[in-house]
């Protein structure tokens, strides 16, 4: 019969509690390592001031030996851990009772011991722990010393005994059949009666309030939030303020009016004292273009809140302006930390009403911000390079169309920052356009509605290095080493049937990690869309694109590209579309690439008899399939089954074969 136990000193429950630790703590700590599947050769910006913000960055994430920078993850996951090797110590040091009956350790001799060996031994040990002659010390008792007696008899007749050790060898212990013992791993104040209603009362709070909180929170703030990160409001009011021709100035307006600001700093409205002079800086600056944004956020918000404070912040950024007080640059850099969640946003709005204009106002203005530049100044190009005030922007020759230029001119002025400014250029991230084309699968020809691949080959090509570019941003291939033309079309056709849309980048070719961006609060790596536009209508044709991971030039190899894809099904008509690619910097200001292109959707009489019957021949469905019933249903086309042909035919065989041998036989 069985007895159930609770567990009088929680050695049970310690398996309990390090189990459930470990199923928590391991994916947790897998999710905080960043793993990276291979290093990626990666160049930098060696600019002084990317190299002094890296630094700075680089030291804030290390943080002081007297103030570490732990966040509030890391924190909880080295005090689980500490309480993991805590829990396994004190389970490795308890001493545990439940032991195996084992006679010969009773008696203190080995396994292999003969019966007369175990009786001289047994012997020697009824003269020395014997209740008469055995001598009490410390904390022995006559209780105690007589219950070591009778154990030590008992492992002796266990050995000798022959019906003691029958029961030894059938149920494990001499007495014979012992009670089975199973043990709860709970302490047994848990069921105590008088305990009942605090348990009770632990029980309620935990399930009948905590865990229908914690799920309602879940519950009501996802509903909260789209699909983006974004509350609804905000991407309410993103759909109401653009419009099929809005500009870089009504974006900016528009992430103004996030809701997501009033959540940053929820009741606490910086000082007037601070705020108010950096307010009249920007009015100062921007003149009456900052009243007429000031009277289309009255008229949309209603008040000046908090919201309208992180737009000042966003201005002065953009102004390039100083802010001393420490706490309002902690303001200024989370609100710049939280534009581009919001401009992602507002970018799935714009594609899904397929507006060309503002999508593509929303990308630039990723640039703007990146460089600290607003957005419609003259000389915004060349205010990229570090260091130049506005006084030398402006004196720049307004013929100047290339950095290898307005950098001549800095060096017949002997401007002092014209060595930081080639360092900038020589890791500028100036895209290129290698080739692009429409391509199906398998077809010489794009039929109407017909799966279409946009197949662009795109590289990193600085202003300094030797490949020639166009002016859009297409590259020329004088001067450069000759190609395998077997092997780039076997590779083509390898990323063209392959189900990813990016190629796999050879190890040699070397990317840009962390793009130009001083004035941004973090290190950034800089991405592009690839953005397929109809300009004659001003629509989107498919949802942009991002790359990532452009490769720089190298004129020493045949082969310095990245093959991208954009897959989307051709319109419905036939016909010939005229229609433009635009590849946007989110960092770099002024070096977009864009290059037009014509997609001529052809009728399916147009390929040649073979193909006809070869896209036939894969069209018709088998005959005893699913799709194969439902055509024959419909009076359409099926394959015949090739094996029940063969039986037929072999039945035929059967049947002439019989019919002579009767003619024969008569």
């Not at 990193?460 to 570019?469: E, V």
């Not at 635009?582 to 009728?603: F, H, P």
């Not at 399916?604 to 399939?625: M, R, Y």
Request: with cysteine; proline share 6%; hydrophobic share 40%.
């Amino acid at each position: 019969m069985a007895s159930y136990t609770y567990d009088e000193t929680g050695n049970m429950a310690l398996f309990f509690i390090i189990t459930v630790l470990f199923m928590i703590l391991v994916p947790v700590t897998l999710s905080q390592i960043s793993l990276t599947p291979r290093e990626i050769p990666s160049a930098a910006c060696e600019c002084f001031a990317c190299v002094d913000k890296r630094t700075r960055i680089r030291n804030h994430e290390k943080g002081t030996i007297f103030r570490p920078n732990i966040t509030k993850k890391s924190f909880f996951i080295t005090l689980g851990w500490l309480a993991f090797g805590l829990l396994l110590y004190k389970v490795a040091t308890t001493k545990i009772d439940n032991k195996i009956y084992d006679p010969f350790e009773i008696l203190g001799i080995g396994t292999g011991s003969t019966e007369k060996d175990i009786k001289s031994h047994f012997k020697r040990l009824s003269k020395i722990f014997h209740p008469d002659k055995v001598k009490l010390t410390g904390n022995d008792t006559a209780e105690s010393a007589a219950a070591r007696f009778v154990e030590i008899t008992k492992a002796y007749k266990a050995l000798t005994d022959e019906t003691i050790r029958k029961n030894f060898e059938d149920y494990g212990h001499p007495d014979g059949r012992q009670e089975i013992t199973m043990g709860i791993a709970l302490p047994p104040w848990i069921v105590e009666a008088h305990n009942n209603v605090w348990v009770l009362t632990l029980y309620g709070i935990i399930f009948g309030l905590g865990l229908p909180f914690i799920v309602g929170h879940w519950w009501f703030g996802s509903r909260r939030k789209t699909k983006d990160g974004v509350f609804t409001q905000t991407a309410t009011s993103f759909w109401k303020a653009l419009s099929e021709t809005s500009d870089v100035d009504e974006v900016v307006s528009a992430i103004g009016r996030a809701i997501e600001w009033q959540t940053m700093m929820p009741g606490r409205a910086t000082s007037r004292d601070t705020i108010h002079p950096l307010e009249k800086h920007v009015e100062t600056e921007l003149g009456p273009r900052w009243v007429r944004i000031r009277q289309q956020f009255e008229r949309a918000i209603g008040n000046l809140d908090i919201r309208w404070e992180s737009l000042i912040l966003l201005y002065a950024h953009l102004l390039r302006l100083p802010i001393e007080d420490p706490a309002l640059q902690k303001r200024q850099a989370d609100v710049l930390l939280q534009t581009p969640s919001l401009l992602n946003a507002l970018l799935n709005i714009t594609t899904a009403r397929s507006w060309s204009q503002p999508t593509i106002a929303a990308m630039r203005l990723h640039a703007y911000l990146a460089q600290g530049i607003l957005p419609g100044s003259p000389g915004a190009r060349w205010a990229q390079l570090p260091g130049l005030n506005n006084d030398e922007i402006r004196s720049l020759p307004s013929s100047s169309r290339d950095f290898a230029e307005v950098i001549a001119v800095l060096e017949q002025r002997k401007n002092p920052r014209v060595m930081d400014a080639r360092k900038t250029v020589e890791h500028w991230g100036r895209i290129e356009i290698v080739d692009i084309a429409f391509k199906v699968i398998g077809e010489r020809i794009v039929t109407p509605q017909a799966l279409v691949h946009l197949v662009m080959k795109l590289r990193i090509s600085p202003p300094n290095a030797t490949t020639i570019t166009e002016a859009n941003g297409t590259a020329k291939t004088e001067n450069r080493p000759a190609i395998d033309a077997d092997e780039e079309a076997r590779l083509d056709d390898a990323f063209l049937n392959n189900p990813k849309d990016v190629e796999d980048l050879q190890s040699p070719l070397a990317v840009l990690g962390s793009a130009h961006a001083p004035l941004w609060p973090s290190n950034h790596k800089p991405g592009w869309w690839v953005v397929l536009a109809d300009v004659k209508n001003d629509r989107l044709v498919v949802p942009p694109m991002k790359v990532t991971d452009v490769p720089f030039a190298q004129p020493t190899r045949g082969r310095d590209y990245r093959s991208y894809r954009l897959k989307f099904q051709a319109p419905p008509g036939t016909g010939i579309f005229t229609w433009r690619v635009i590849v946007v910097s989110d960092t770099y200001i002024g070096e977009d690439a864009v290059k037009d292109l014509q997609l001529r959707v052809e009728e399916f009489t147009a390929l040649t008899a073979e193909e006809q019957h070869k896209e036939d021949e894969i069209s018709d469905p088998e005959e005893d399939s699913l799709a194969g019933q439902m055509a024959a249903m419909r009076g359409g086309p099926v394959k015949k089954r090739r094996d029940e042909s063969d039986d037929e035919s072999s039945t035929d065989d059967d049947e002439a074969a019989a019919n002579d041998s009767s003619s024969d036989s008569d």
